[in-house]
C-alpha cells in the first residue's frame, strides 16, 4: 500500500508546533489590512467632470453610493445645483465590482436542466453564465489587463420610450495575456482536498473525482508536485507532497483507494489541506488547494467565514489560493462559492468526464498562475447622456464605490488567458452623443503587490448598431447567455426575448462561430422552455422600472 494516511487530530508534536504558531497569526494579519499594498503606486485617471461630462476615469468616488435593486437613475445636468462642478463622479453614474471567473453557476443550471428540473433562482449567477463563453477580445502584449467596451441598441420594445427602444447593452469586457504552454509555465505544487462523505457516493461524484485526478496526472509536468487530502467526518492526508517523476503510479494508487466515508466535515479538509500545503510550498512555484465536493457540508464549522479564518495567515503569508471543483447532482453551489472568493480563488462545476477533461486538461495546467490579485472594476457613466443603467448579475460581487482603491478590501483573482465580461442594460437619454462610460480596472501585480489600473472608453457611436443585427457574433452569445439566465431567476430586464426565440438564437449563432459551447447553450434553453411550458414565441418584456430622470 503506497499511501501514507495520518489523521488531523493526531499530528506530530513538532509539526502541529509550527502549523500552531503559523495559523495563530491570523488575528493579527487580518487587524492589519493589507500591508502589502503601496499607496505611491496609485495612478490617478484624468477627470472629465470639469468639461462637464460628469464622469471621471473610475475617479475618486463619492461615498454613500446605493444602488437600488432594479437600477441606478442618473439626474440631467444641472438637476443638482453646482454638481458639474465637483471633481467626483456622483455616486449615482459609478458601479464598481469584485472581478469574477467563476463558471459553476452555468454548468450546475445545464446539470439541472439535463435531469429534467430547472434550477433554483438564487443558484442563477447571470455573470457566470456570460463568463462561460469566448468573447474574442484584443488580449494585452504583456501583463495586465486590455479593457474592450462595447455594446448594441437592444431594439424596439413595445411601450414606445417605457419599452426597450431607448434602451442599449453595454460589454465591458476585460482580458489578460494568454497562457503560457505548459512548458513554459512555473512548475505547480497543488493540494487536492477530496471530499469521501457518502453523499459523493453517487455516480457522477467520487467516480469522476477519481477520473479527473487520473486524467491530470497524466498531464502534468514531471517537475509539478501533488498532495492529497480526504475528509468526511474526519480529515486524513493519504499523500504528502510528492513529485510527479517517477511517482505517477503512486499517485494513482492514493487516488483508486478513496472511496466513501460518513459525514462532510469541509473544515477538517479545507484546513487539513492548507498545512499540507504550506507544509509542501514551494518557493517560485504556483502553490494552489483544490478543492473536490457536492459542498453538502453538514459537520465541524459550515460557515465560510469560520472556515478560511481558521487558515486566514497560510492564505495570506504563502499566497495559497482556493479552486473549486464542484461535483453531484445535489451540490452546495452558494457555499462553494462563497468558500472560494473568500479563499483568493475561483470555481467550477464538473458534471461528466467530457466537462472533467476540459477543467482537468484544458483549463488547469495552463491557468495554475495568478497574473492580478484583488481586481476591481469601475464603470462611470457619463451624465449628460445615460439616463438609467443597470449591472446584470454579480450581486454578491458588489464593492463600495469608495473602495475601488482600497487595496485591502478583496477583490478578484486572475489567471492568465482569462476573460471577465460585464453586461449592463443602459438608457440613453434623447439626443445622447459622446461618451457613455468610461470602465477602470484595478489590480495588484502578485509578486510586487504594487496597484496597476487600464481604463476604456464607450461613446455612443460604439453602441449604435442593432444587437440582433448582424453585428459581433460573441457579444449576441453573451446577450443570449445573459437573457437566459435573467429567465431563469425571473427577472425582468428589458427587451428580453422569449426563450424559444433565445433557443433559435443560439442555434444560429452555434452554426456562426462553430463553437460546440454555443450549441449546448441552445439546448439548455430549449430544456428549459419546455420545461417552463413554454411556446417558444414569448413577446419581449419590458424593463422593471419606469422612466426617471
Known amino acids: 500500500m503506497h499511501q501514507v494516511s495520518r489523521r488531523h487530530e493526531k499530528r506530530s508534536g513538532g509539526r502541529a508546533g509550527a502549523v500552531a504558531l503559523l495559523l495563530a497569526g491570523a488575528m493579527a494579519l487580518t487587524a492589519c489590512g493589507s500591508g502589502d499594498s503601496d499607496s505611491g503606486s496609485k495612478r490617478e485617471l484624468s477627470s472629465d467632470t470639469r468639461n462637464g461630462q460628469g464622469s471621471t476615469g473610475g475617479g475618486q468616488p463619492a461615498p454613500d453610493a446605493v444602488a437600488p435593486e432594479k437600477g441606478r437613475s442618473a439626474a440631467p445636468t444641472g438637476d443638482s445645483g453646482d454638481e458639474s462642478k465637483l471633481d467626483v463622479a456622483p455616486p449615482d453614474y459609478l458601479s464598481t465590482f469584485a472581478?469574477?471567473?467563476?463558471?459553476?453557476?452555468?454548468?450546475?443550471?445545464?446539470?439541472?436542466?439535463?435531469?429534467?428540473?430547472?434550477?433554483?433562482?438564487?443558484?442563477?449567477?447571470?455573470?457566470?453564465?456570460?463568463?462561460?463563453?469566448?468573447?474574442?477580445?484584443?488580449?494585452?502584449?504583456?501583463?495586465?489587463?486590455?479593457?474592450?467596451?462595447?455594446?448594441?441598441?437592444?431594439?424596439?420594445?413595445?411601450?414606445?420610450?417605457?419599452?426597450?427602444?431607448?434602451?442599449?447593452?453595454?460589454?465591458?469586457?476585460?482580458?489578460?495575456?494568454?497562457?503560457?504552454?505548459?512548458?513554459?509555465?512555473?512548475?505547480?505544487?497543488?493540494?487536492?482536498?477530496?471530499?469521501?462523505?457518502?453523499?459523493?457516493?453517487?455516480?457522477?461524484?467520487?467516480?469522476?473525482?477519481?477520473?479527473?485526478?487520473?486524467?491530470?496526472?497524466?498531464?502534468?509536468?514531471?517537475?509539478?508536485?501533488?498532495?492529497?487530502?480526504?475528509?468526511?467526518?474526519?480529515?486524513?492526508?493519504?499523500?504528502?507532497?510528492?513529485?510527479?517523476?517517477?511517482?505517477?503510479?503512486?499517485?494513482?494508487?492514493?487516488?483508486?483507494?478513496?472511496?466513501?466515508?460518513?459525514?462532510?466535515?469541509?473544515?477538517?479538509?479545507?484546513?487539513?489541506?492548507?498545512?499540507?500545503?504550506?507544509?509542501?510550498?514551494?518557493?517560485?512555484?504556483t502553490n494552489r488547494v483544490v478543492l473536490l465536493s457536492d459542498a453538502l457540508a453538514n459537520t465541524g464549522d459550515t460557515n465560510a467565514d469560520g472556515i478560511l479564518e481558521k487558515i486566514d495567515s497560510a492564505r495570506r503569508e504563502y499566497g495559497i489560493t482556493l479552486f473549486g471543483v464542484g461535483v453531484g447532482s445535489d451540490y452546495g453551489d452558494a457555499f462553494m462559492e462563497q468558500l472560494t472568493n473568500k479563499g483568493d480563488g475561483n470555481t467550477t462545476y464538473v458534471g461528466d468526464e467530457e466537462q472533467a477533461r476540459k477543467v482537468f486538461v484544458d483549463q488547469l495546467p495552463a491557468h495554475l498562475e495568478i497574473r492580478a490579485r484583488d481586481a476591481?472594476?469601475?464603470?462611470?457613466?457619463?451624465?449628460?447622456?445615460?439616463?438609467?443603467?443597470?449591472?446584470?448579475?454579480?450581486?454578491?460581487?458588489?464593492?463600495?464605490?469608495?473602495?475601488?482603491?482600497?487595496?485591502?478590501?478583496?477583490?478578484?483573482?486572475?489567471?492568465?488567458?482569462?476573460?471577465?465580461?460585464?453586461?449592463?442594460?443602459?438608457?440613453?437619454?434623447?439626443?445622447?452623443?459622446?461618451?457613455?462610460?468610461?470602465?477602470?480596472?484595478?489590480w495588484l501585480d502578485p509578486k510586487t503587490r504594487k496597484a496597476q489600473e487600464e481604463t476604456g472608453t464607450a461613446t455612443t457611436g460604439a453602441i449604435d448598431g442593432s444587437l440582433w443585427g448582424g453585428g459581433s457574433d460573441r457579444l449576441q452569445v453573451a446577450a443570449v447567455a445573459a437573457y437566459f439566465a435573467d429567465h431563469l431567476r425571473g427577472g425582468d430586464l428589458p427587451g428580453a426575448p422569449g426563450l424559444g426565440e433565445l433557443a433559435s438564437r443560439a442555434a444560429g449563432l452555434a452554426e456562426a462561430t462553430e463553437d460546440s459551447s454555443v450549441t449546448k447553450l441552445a439546448k439548455a434553453i430549449g430544456q428549459a422552455d419546455r420545461l417552463k411550458g413554454g411556446s417558444g414565441t414569448d413577446e419581449e418584456r419590458e424593463p422593471g422600472e419606469g422612466e426617471i430622470g
Open 99 to 285: 472581478l469574477d471567473v467563476d463558471t459553476a453557476s452555468y454548468g450546475y443550471a445545464r446539470r439541472t436542466l439535463g435531469d429534467g428540473m430547472l434550477p433554483s433562482p438564487e443558484e442563477v449567477r447571470p455573470e457566470e453564465f456570460v463568463n462561460s463563453f469566448r468573447q474574442g477580445y484584443e488580449r494585452p502584449k504583456g501583463p495586465g489587463f486590455s479593457v474592450n467596451v462595447d455594446g448594441a441598441r437592444i431594439g424596439s420594445g413595445k411601450g414606445g420610450g417605457t419599452g426597450a427602444s431607448d434602451w442599449s447593452l453595454l460589454r465591458v469586457g476585460l482580458a489578460t495575456e494568454a497562457a503560457p504552454s505548459t512548458a513554459e509555465r512555473p512548475p505547480a505544487a497543488l493540494t487536492f482536498v477530496v471530499d469521501i462523505s457518502g453523499s459523493m457516493a453517487e455516480t457522477g461524484r467520487l467516480d469522476l473525482v477519481r477520473k479527473s485526478l487520473n486524467i491530470l496526472t497524466d498531464e502534468l509536468r514531471d517537475d509539478d508536485s501533488i498532495s492529497l487530502v480526504t475528509f468526511s467526518d474526519e480529515a486524513e492526508t493519504r499523500l504528502p507532497m510528492t513529485r510527479l517523476k517517477g511517482n505517477r503510479n503512486r499517485i494513482k494508487d492514493a487516488v483508486e483507494e478513496m472511496q466513501p466515508a460518513q459525514s462532510t466535515n469541509v473544515e477538517a479538509g479545507i484546513t487539513l489541506g492548507y498545512e499540507e500545503s504550506v507544509e509542501g510550498h514551494r518557493k517560485g512555484a
Open 376 to 442: 476591481k472594476a469601475q464603470v462611470a457613466f457619463d451624465r449628460k447622456n445615460v439616463k438609467q443603467f443597470r449591472l446584470i448579475g454579480y450581486e454578491n460581487r458588489k464593492v463600495a464605490d469608495e473602495d475601488f482603491r482600497d487595496d485591502s478590501v478583496d477583490g478578484g483573482e486572475v489567471g492568465p488567458g482569462h476573460t471577465v465580461t460585464a453586461l449592463y442594460a443602459v438608457r440613453l437619454r434623447e439626443g445622447a452623443s459622446g461618451t457613455v462610460a468610461k470602465a477602470t480596472v484595478r
